[in-house]
């Protein structure tokens, strides 16, 4: 069963209907369904079987704590990004040990403390990064475990924002320099070579990129053996594409299949780094209709929430789907574009759709458990959303909304 259906004509989150959550939090709210995450991580661990990968679970997509805690009490490790990420995951209760550190710009200081958590890895991304980190950890007299993240140079063919694979990226060492830099590493005192890691790209709904970028994994792989060079791990970064209107997204198992094929017989062991596919279809936002407007050229739905709560409609042209919260049937069809207050052009959330609605309905952003809170703003000086988890016929907030003087509580008049 999906963890959203309708009851009785109102749109429920497991066996809640989100009327309830709108009297009793207001909106906007993002709202999550618990046992669609905990479906969502059992999904991973199914098709993967006796690979049993490490799972580190791509904060950036929703870094809050109660999420990050429900996929640490599953066995999740987690993907970093940033120092705060870090802290968020300790926070959350979830092990330093099961951390690997991505991203091009590790500063000193994230560096230290990610060091002083004896993390599982650095993914460094250049030269330069891996000179630092050694200086850093023999300063630190510690020793840093790294891999190097490689671009292998293959189109995800996802939006270009979301694609890292290509050379043009910033994303990542080139693949003609890995073994020059794996040399280097195994010269330096104070980093020791655990894997390699490869990401190259987000929402990817087909097969061959990934294989693709396996390949040109194991084939550096197979060189660094010829060296003497051996790995602890393989992590072939974020996980698959999820279905937000038509697409057909690869099925985990034909995922795990291809990779099965390559690794049989190896004894690296296989790290993944999901974001998107284990909380993107596990969340809404839910938002009022304020205005119906009729323009000259389109009508529009003026909602509550805006690009600041949800930025991939305008930033990505991503497609969401919005579904009335409970069936209106007095009210014409008619194609909205639904828009939020914030004064860009570019603020909307969902373009030519046909909807039943009156002023003072809700409706539900669908597929905004991903890359939806994590992005938000504070844009126009709005305060950011609450979030809520639902779990079967209860319901807990996660995070409370914002208040207004939070917003302005570090600027500072003039004397
Ligand atoms: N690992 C690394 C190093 C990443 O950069 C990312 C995502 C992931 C893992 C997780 O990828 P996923 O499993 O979620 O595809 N804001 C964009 C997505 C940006 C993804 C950035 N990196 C969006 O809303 O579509």
């Known amino acids: 069963m999906s963890s959203f259906c309708y009851r009785d004509g109102t749109l429920c989150a497991e066996s809640v209907p989100l009327t309830r959550i709108a009297e009793e939090i207001g909106t906007p709210c993002y709202v999550y369904s618990h046992s669609a995450l905990i479906e969502a991580y059992a999904d991973y661990a199914r098709a993967f079987g006796d690979l049993r990968p490490l799972l580190c679970y791509a904060c950036k997509a929703n870094s809050n704590l109660a999420i990050l805690n429900l996929f640490a009490r599953l066995g999740s490790g987690f993907d970093i990004v940033s120092g705060g990420e870090l802290a968020r995951v300790l926070a959350a ?166 990779i099965r094929d390559r690794l049989v017989g190896r004894r690296e062991r296989l790290i993944l780094e999901p974001g998107r596919s284990l909380v993107g279809n596990g969340g809404l936002l839910l938002t009022r209709v304020e205005y119906l407007k009729h323009g000259e050229a389109k009508h529009f739905a003026v909602v509550d929430s805006a690009m600041n709560d949800l930025m991939r409609p305008t930033l990505y042209d991503a497609y969401h789907a919005v579904l009335p919260v409970t069936e209106h049937s007095e009210a014409p069809r008619v194609l909205y574009d639904v828009v939020g207050p914030v004064c860009e052009s570019g603020d909307f959330l969902a373009r030519d759709r046909e909807l039943a609605v009156a002023e003072g309905d809700l409706l539900a952003i669908m597929s905004a458990g991903a890359y939806g809170m994590s992005m938000s703003s504070n844009y126009n000086t709005r305060p950011r959303a609450a979030e809520v988890m639902i779990d079967g016929a209860t319901w807990r907030l996660i995070r409370t909304r914002e208040s207004i003087a939070e917003l302005f509580s570090r600027e500072q008049l003039p004397p």
């Open 93 to 258: 209760g979830g092990a330093p040990g099961t951390v690997v550190f991505s991203g091009v710009g590790k500063s000193e200081a994230e560096m230290r403390i990610a060091l002083a958590h004896s993390i599982l890895c650095f993914n460094v991304e250049s030269a330069s990064e891996l000179e630092r980190l050694n200086w850093v950890a023999g300063d630190m007299k510690r020793v840093a475990p790294v891999s190097f993240r490689v671009n292998p140079d293959v189109d995800a063919g996802s939006h270009p924002y979301i694609s890292t694979g290509l050379k043009e990226n910033k994303f990542g060492v080139p693949h003609g320099d890995a073994l020059v830099l794996y040399r280097r590493a195994g010269q330096l005192a104070n980093v020791r070579i655990v894997g390699i890691d490869c990401h190259i790209g987000s929402q990817i709904t087909e097969l061959s990129p990934y294989v693709g970028a396996l390949d040109r994994i194991l084939d550096l792989v197979t060189q660094l053996e010829a060296e003497n060079i051996e790995l602890e791990h393989i992590d072939l970064g974020g996980g698959l594409g999820i279905r937000y209107r038509d697409e057909t997204p690869l099925a985990l198992s034909d995922y795990a299949h291809a």
